[in-house]
């Protein structure tokens, strides 16, 4: 399981489930049925629109065959790596110096 953490971290778990699905050649449609859940959330899922409870995630592993818990553990970095993306550089606030300071280079360059 290491190995497929490692290779999808970051990812929206809903990408790996359509993956899956793909791969299984499995019909979203039918499966959502399968698992007692609407098309409709599974799709939101699957294009990344919607997070994946753990319940849900429980349901579609067990269903799919997978490890327990590898689609929660996606799902988690997956919010991890979004808080991560809101946190701020630490880049200087260029538009408080003065253009005339650096004439010979264009200041949204500055590092």
Request: net charge positive; aromatic share 8%; no cysteine.
């Amino acid at each position: 399981m290491n190995s497929y953490i490692e290779k999808y971290r970051g990812i929206h778990p809903g990408i790996v489930l359509e993956r899956e699905l793909k791969r299984r050649a499995i019909k979203k449609h039918p499966f959502a049925l399968s698992i007692h859940e609407y098309p409709q959330t599974l799709n939101a899922i699957t294009k990344g629109r919607r997070s994946l409870n753990t319940a849900l995630a429980l349901k579609i592993e067990d269903k799919l065959g997978l490890e327990g818990g590898t689609l929660a553990v996606f799902q988690t970095y997956f919010n991890i790596q979004k808080e991560k993306n809101k946190l701020p550089t630490n880049k200087p606030n260029m538009s408080m110096l003065r253009k005339s300071l650096f004439w010979d280079t264009d200041i949204q360059k500055i590092d």
